[in-house]
């Protein structure tokens, strides 16, 4: 695949950061200004492992080297202008370490978001919450043109509310991106984790009209008999047609594509690979 990041050298902000890892597959550059999320779903990779005594807490809280909002957007801002050329060139991610539009974190995250505007530096928004498209800055957004072209809102669906109880519904997560899609914002939907192949694929179904792009991920911290390779093979080839023919882009994750490489000979996974965008959102290039 293309790589298109010698110029991106890391970042260690307070704020902004160079991410690695799985992260890297959502955004090159990513900001953090809580930890913890109330959703209480069950497969979430902050509730494991090593970073779960870090970020794995139920509330959302501001990150302690960061003092207050006020001093967050402050310390934000400051660490765009330093970095600027770069941010411009790769945008920002929010947020890895809970979710960008909670009732607590919603505020901080418009802020950023206006300076991001204000600056030319582009926005993606991932989050499990749709009643923010109430929220009073949410519809001043909506109301701005130029926001358009900067912010790209992103909603996780596993079609599995049963596994995130206190997240909005899937239902309700589709309903809002299809809002912002009426009103002219760039959507992405995260089809991750792939708890089980049918909803994943009814997700999809349900939001195809109203999603630009998509990127589909599995379950981690599984064991390796998890996904059956026959069934498997086979729903990712079918999503990936789907998504094609709807005229809609679509990003499988390396976690995916390891598995479509299991499913089939190298030939046929090219082949589905072919139709996909690599990392960076240009056409992924086969193995010569």
């Known amino acids: 695949m293309s790589n298109t990041t010698s110029d991106l050298k890391p970042i260690k902000g307070k704020c902004i950061y160079t991410t690695k890892g799985a ?24 509730k494991r492992g090593a970073p779960s005594a870090e970020l794995g807490g139920n509330t959302a809280v501001l990150k302690k080297c960061l003092v207050n909002e006020d001093k967050a957007l402050e310390i934000f801002c400051k660490e765009a202008r330093k970095h600027i050329e770069v941010l411009k060139k790769y945008g ?20 950023a978001i206006n300076f991001c505007i204000s600056n ?12 923010f498209i109430l929220f009073d ?20 669906l596993t079609g599995r509310d049963d596994m995130e109880p206190k997240a909005s519904s899937n239902h309700d997560r589709i309903e809002a991106m299809r809002l912002l899609y009426q009103r002219g914002f760039k959507t992405f939907a995260s089809i991750e984790p792939v708890i089980d192949w049918t909803h994943s694929k009814m997700v999809i179904d349900l ?21 059956d390779v026959l069934r498997s093979g086979m729903a990712i080839e079918d999503m990936v047609k789907k998504i094609v023919a709807a005229g809609r882009t ?10 479509l490489c ?27």
């Open 23 to 46: 992260a890297r597959e959502y955004g090159r550059i990513g900001c953090n200004f809580f930890k913890g999320c109330p959703h209480e779903c069950e497969y979430c990779y902050l």
């Open 207 to 227: 939001s195809i009209d109203c999603c630009n792009h998509y990127k589909i991920g599995l379950r981690s911290g599984v064991k390796k008999d998890y996904y």
């Open 92 to 111: 920002v991610f929010l947020s890895f370490s809970t979710d960008p539009m909670l009732t607590e974190t919603r505020d901080l995250t418009f802020s």
């Open 262 to 288: 299991r499913c089939y000979i190298e030939e046929e996974s090219e082949r589905i690979l072919s139709k996909t965008l690599d990392i960076d959102g240009n056409p992924y290039k086969t193995i010569k």
């Open 137 to 156: 800055r949410m519809k001043n957004l909506c109301g701005s043109t130029v926001a358009r072209d900067y912010v790209e809102f992103g909603f996780t």
């Open 250 to 259: 679509v990003y499988l994750k390396e976690s995916t594509r390891a598995l």
């Open 120 to 131: 030319d530096i582009h926005v993606k928004v991932l989050t499990k919450n749709a009643d």
